[in-house]
T-cell receptor
Framework: DAKTTQPNSMESNEEEPVHLPCNHSTISGTDYIHWYRQLPSQGPEYVIHGLTSNVNNRMASLAIAEDRKSSTLILHRATLRDAAVYYCILMRTSGSRLTFGEGTQLTVNP | GAGVSQSPSNKVTEKGKDVELRCDPISGHTALYWYRQSLGQGLEFLIYFQGNSAPDKSGLPSDRFSAERTGGSVSTLTIQRTQQEDSAVYLC?????????????FGSGTQLSVL
């Protein structure tokens, strides 16, 4: 599976935007970029995914670099409930699983 | 139910005993996944089902681990002769199908403690 690299931790203040980076320099042309988050004592929760174009949904935006070697998850206004571990994952077209890395622990300060 | 249900939520067992963990996926979801998460770690893939068959069981750590799925619905993960290193949260997820555009929906997990 292609590897992703994320910072171990990030901090933000409530109601400010948060940009969570992910590097995936070995991404192949048909790999999808998925983001999940895991709140304390819960299973992971889907956030967003994309292939080449930037994507928006009610939870977040996903900005994908033109060369697809990196992406950024954007939370437009962080809330305390956004404090979680955020996972950036590549999903192969031939694959049958999502391989989770260590993720980024996001702390949101009031 | 509306989501993926796992039972029990907590299981404490003694080393050497067998345990069974149950997963009820979302109705109509054909793909089902088992992961485990040790304390403070990321998720480790165990096995994937499409319907009742398991085309990818490459993540099972040893032959003490097995899983089955019946009726294209409920799945059971069995760990025989449990060891202390088996202590972890075991997470189940399901998706509508196995295509890469499909979201995975996770249960809250079973916390397994082997004493």
């Amino acid at each position: 599976d292609a590897k992703t690299t994320q910072p171990n931790s990030m901090e933000s203040n409530e109601e400010e935007p948060v940009h969570l980076p992910c590097n995936h320099s070995t991404i192949s042309g048909t790999d999808y970029i998925h983001w999940y988050r895991q709140l304390p004592s819960q299973g992971p929760e889907y956030v967003i995914h994309g292939l080449t174009s930037n994507v928006n949904n009610r939870m977040a935006s996903l900005a994908i670099a033109e060369d697809r070697k990196s992406s950024t998850l954007i939370l437009h206004r962080a809330t305390l409930r956004d404090a979680a571990v955020y996972y950036c994952i590549l999903m192969r077209t031939s694959g049958s699983r999502l391989t989770f890395g260590e993720g980024t622990q996001l702390t949101v300060n009031p | 139910g509306a989501g993926v249900s796992q039972s029990p939520s907590n299981k404490v067992t003694e080393k050497g005993k067998d345990v069974e963990l149950r997963c009820d996926p979302i109705s109509g979801h054909t793909a089902l996944y088992w992961y485990r998460q040790s304390l403070g770690q990321g998720l480790e893939f165990l096995i994937y089902f499409q319907g009742n068959s398991a085309p990818d069981k490459s993540g099972l750590p040893s032959d003490r681990f097995s899983a089955e799925r019946t009726g294209g619905s409920v799945s059971t993960l069995t760990i025989q002769r449990t060891q202390q290193e088996d202590s972890a949260v075991y997470l189940c997820a399901s998706s509508l199908d196995r295509f890469i555009n499909e979201k995975l929906f996770f249960g809250s997990g079973t916390q397994l403690s082997v004493l």
